[in-house]
């Protein structure tokens, strides 16, 4: 009701004041109202996950089959069923369980801060802090972290679609009272509420309400159960899992004729289609994607790149092309003042130049300082930090004098103006001071034409040194609205911003990896030139694009072939940098784009990946981006396509596994049933295969780590399928050698006078050593197994022991024996049979070798 009452009550009531909180209140008021944290929606436990296991057409038709086995008494068959979905549902269990728990270990991850006064200074704490009472200070970018009713506001202009679901902006007036307790909340012009966020302007505010009292916290609960959309990867395999069981039904229905044909009783025939399916349908996929992706997930985080959408991870392994910012990313946006450049001189960093020039740069600053024992500690943007230790460095007396004094108007910086003003009361009079882009700041001075081409070259020279330039200039007015010309043109400020360390070579591996990088920035055509060409981005002028060129190749018609080979913009505008994703988009590429201001959001939309910064990078930024760096560092996104490339290669690996196991599996029936020689694998032995044995070793292959040379390959085109021309080479030639050795040996073993049991015995195990085997054929789809370091992946020889280890103790179990119609077999044959198993090595390296020659 914070609505219908002025500021002054607002405050009363609430027992606080524009000073801010004390640290004992503080500590009282969070004892009282306990974190700012929005309640979550209900964990889901693991019982609940458990149950989800069991949700599936191919566990349906498993259950069916179970019940049946019962109806018809046999008893072993069904026991083993219900067995293999327990197993199943205990690993997918608790691999869902991992995914979750890393998953909200990565939300802790993603903090948001905000500035707030605290024992009368400006100090940023994390939201979660925030408490009822606090005096919270906005600018663009921001997100309110609470309910806030309005106290000061400057042009500003908030984004309220999380609550009204209208997406434009809305002003806010801090005067407004409302005589209507009831009133809609997109209405309310001096409140904020919580998850609103600032776009334009400036503004100031007490908290009125936090966590669940929040407008935003009564609808938590349904945002906490909005279920989020399943990875476009997962979708494709679905929509995979989905068609292969139409092919498997006209398979089943051609063994079903074929069982009829010979005679064969029809629970066998049921049985065995039932379990032929289930070995063609790749059912331990949805999982081994799930680690996969969490897997990758976890890494980046440790490598700086905090992941917001799953599918951003698949979609770092298809990445083309980089437009990157400058500041913070490729630099260490660590600014300092190096010179000072007037019209007739060139000062140092530490020479003394003229009051104004103090005076503009300590005031026409929104960044705020407090003292810490003998040092000045600074909050705000960076350029305003520089140029406020610049203050302090030419007069400290100047600088003490006047760092309280409050401005008497104020037009606070916006990427589209390029300039902020102030107006102070300076001896008795009104002094208006501007800072901002030279050529902005130029048009609103009072100098002449031939002065202001000097000054431009001047900027122009600095600029080509590698300098960010920010002029600066004043204007006595006896108006009272800050004056837009006449000002007294001071000079500009050359600012220098280190390179960060490891960038070039960082850049060299993105090269190599097949991806193109250029740089988008708001900074000067020659500043920007000279920091690409340190990088080895650009080389020649011709490959620089300013905001003006820009604009004029849009009114020819923004012709995509004319920017192909720039490789640096600047001075762009938001509208000018998104258009510049979508052209190269139109070109092909797979564009990821690095943003951390307002103005960056749309181009972060609007781009395959949107990369955002976790340090300087603003809210507004970080709700429009895909992946967060939480160091601002150019090479963390290097780091983020490499794990990108790994996650995709291992679920490759995964479905090579599963896929052309399953189709050995189809071969090897199929022959029996052609050759009208008895079933070599039971049904119930197929399902001991797909889901026991080969469930172990599938999980080991979603966290391989990265093959060698996974950074010096091309990109992957984004529209090739999961079944490209490889996968179907390696999974027919794997499965017809698998298939086809296993008939073989079956039906020799017959033919040498073994009984059926015995024979299938014998094959059953010759198909789990198939599997082991191939498990590290699966390990690389290009490189020789002989080349692969196979000391990399110790859980995937674990699990390949385990599962034959499995298999070993299921043969000298009685009860198994009798499920499984198993028994012990001799040190000799084990031998044999896998010395036959490795004959799969040497037909999957020929593969590989004819793939290579012949390019297909």
């Not at 995914?99 to 024992?119: C, F, H, Q």
Request: hydrophobic letters at 45%; glycine letters at 6%.
């Amino acid at each position: 009701m914070f609505h219908t009452k002025s500021a002054e009550e607002t405050l009363r009531d609430l027992e606080c004041s524009v000073d801010g909180l004390s640290s004992d209140e503080v500590a009282l008021r969070a004892r009282h109202y306990s974190k700012n944290i929005l309640p979550e929606g209900e964990k889901r436990t693991l019982l609940n996950i458990f149950t989800q296991q069991f949700k599936s057409p191919v566990i349906y038709v498993l259950l069916v089959a179970a019940v049946i086995s019962l109806t018809i008494k046999e008893f072993s068959d069904a026991g083993f069923i219900m067995a293999a979905l327990l197993v199943n549902a205990v690993v997918g269990t608790y691999q869902e369980y991992n995914a979750g728990e890393r998953a909200d270990a990565l939300r802790k991850v993603i903090k948001t801060y905000v500035n707030v006064l605290r024992d009368g200074n400006k100090v940023e704490i994390l939201s979660e802090d925030v408490t009822v009472g606090d005096i919270v200070f906005f600018e663009s970018g921001v997100k309110a972290p609470a309910d806030i009713r309005l106290i000061e506001t400057n042009d500003l202009q908030v984004n309220e679609s999380l609550l009204t679901g209208e997406s434009i902006e809305v002003s806010k007036n801090p005067q407004y009272i409302s005589q209507d307790e009831d009133e809609p909340i997109g209405e309310r012009q001096n409140m904020l509420y919580g998850g609103s966020l600032v776009t334009k302007g400036r503004a100031i505010g007490v908290v009125t309400a936090i966590a669940e009292l929040t407008e935003v916290g009564k609808i938590a609960s349904l945002l906490a159960e909005v279920k989020i959309a399943k990875p476009p990867l997962m979708l494709r395999m679905e929509k995979f899992s989905f068609n292969i069981s139409k092919i498997i039904s006209g398979v089943a229905l051609l063994i079903i004729m074929l069982g009829v044909y010979q005679d064969m009783p029809l629970k066998d025939i049921f049985f065995l289609t039932v379990a032929l399916a289930v070995s063609a349908i790749p059912e331990g996929l949805p999982v081994a994607i799930t680690v996969a992706l969490s897997v990758a997930s976890s890494v980046m985080s440790k490598r700086n790149v905090i992941v917001r959408k799953l599918s951003a991870i698949e979609g770092l392994g298809s990445c083309t092309f980089i437009a990157s910012d400058k500041t913070g990313t490729m630099t260490q946006n660590s600014l300092s003042v190096e010179h000072f450049i007037s019209p007739d001189k060139t000062y140092s960093s530490s020479e003394a130049v003229d009051e104004h020039v103090v005076l503009s740069a300590l005031l026409c600053n929104e960044s705020t300082h407090r003292k810490e024992g003998d040092e000045f500690v600074f909050i705000g943007d960076q350029v305003d930090i520089a140029l406020a230790r610049y203050a302090l460095l030419l007069d400290e007396t100047l600088f003490k004098k006047y760092e309280n004094t409050k401005a008497l108007a104020l037009t606070p910086y916006e990427p589209l103006n390029k300039y902020s003003a102030a107006s102070y009361e300076i001896d008795g009079k009104k002094v208006d001071f501007i800072k901002g882009s030279p050529e902005v700041i130029l048009t609103k001075s009072a100098l002449g034409t031939d002065e202001k081409e000097f000054v431009l070259k001047q900027v122009d020279e600095w600029a080509a040194k590698g300098f960010r330039n920010i002029a600066l200039a004043y204007r006595v007015n006896d108006g009272s609205d800050i004056a837009e010309d006449g000002y007294v043109y001071l000079g500009f400020a050359a600012i220098t911003d280190p390179l960060r360390e490891g960038v070039k070579e960082a850049l060299r591996s993105a090269e190599e990896a097949g991806i193109e990088v250029v740089m988008v920035t708001g900074d000067h055509p020659n500043t920007a030139f000279y920091i690409a060409k340190e990088l080895g981005i650009a080389i020649s002028r011709d490959e620089i694009m300013d905001g003006v060129a820009i604009s004029h190749w849009k009114e020819r018609g923004a012709i995509k072939e004319e920017i192909a080979n720039k490789r640096v913009f600047a001075r762009v505008s938001p509208e000018q940098k998104q258009l510049i994703v979508k052209t190269f988009q139109e070109l092909g590429h797979f564009v990821a784009v690095t943003g951390d201001g307002v103005n960056d959001a749309p181009a972060l939309k609007f781009a395959n990946i949107g990369i955002s910064m976790g340090k300087s990078g603003t809210d507004v930024a970080r709700e429009s981006s895909d992946l967060i760096l939480t160091d601002d560092y150019f090479g963390s996104i290097v780091n983020g396509v490499e794990e990108g490339r790994v996650a995709y290669d291992n679920i490759r690996k995964v479905i090579h596994l599963l896929i052309s196991t399953g189709f050995a599996e189809i071969v090897l029936v199929l022959l029996s049933i052609t050759f009208f020689i008895p079933i070599p694998l039971l049904p119930v032995q197929i399902l001991w295969l797909n889901l026991v044995a080969n469930g172990i070793q599938d999980v080991a292959l979603a966290v391989e780590k990265a093959e060698p040379g996974v950074l010096k390959r091309k990109p992957r085109d984004p529209k090739e399928p999961i079944f490209n021309k490889t996968m179907i080479s390696r999974v027919v030639v794997g499965g017809l050698h698998m298939g086809i050795s296993a008939f073989a040996l079956f039906y020799t073993l017959l033919e040498f006078g073994y009984q059926e049991e015995a024979a299938r015995n014998i094959t059953l195990l010759m198909m789990v050593l198939f599997e082991n085997v191939h498990t590290f054929n699966s390990r690389s789809e290009n490189n020789s197994i002989f080349k692969i370091n196979h000391a990399r992946n110790i859980l995937l020889w674990i699990s390949v022991i385990s599962a034959q280890g499995i298999h070993m103790i299921a043969m000298y179990t009685p009860f198994m024996q009798s499920i499984l119609s198993v028994e012990p077999v001799s040190l000799k044959i084990w031998a044999t049979l896998l010395l036959i198993a490795l004959t799969l090595v040497a037909v999957m390296e020929v593969e590989k070798f004819f793939r290579k020659k012949f390019h297909f």
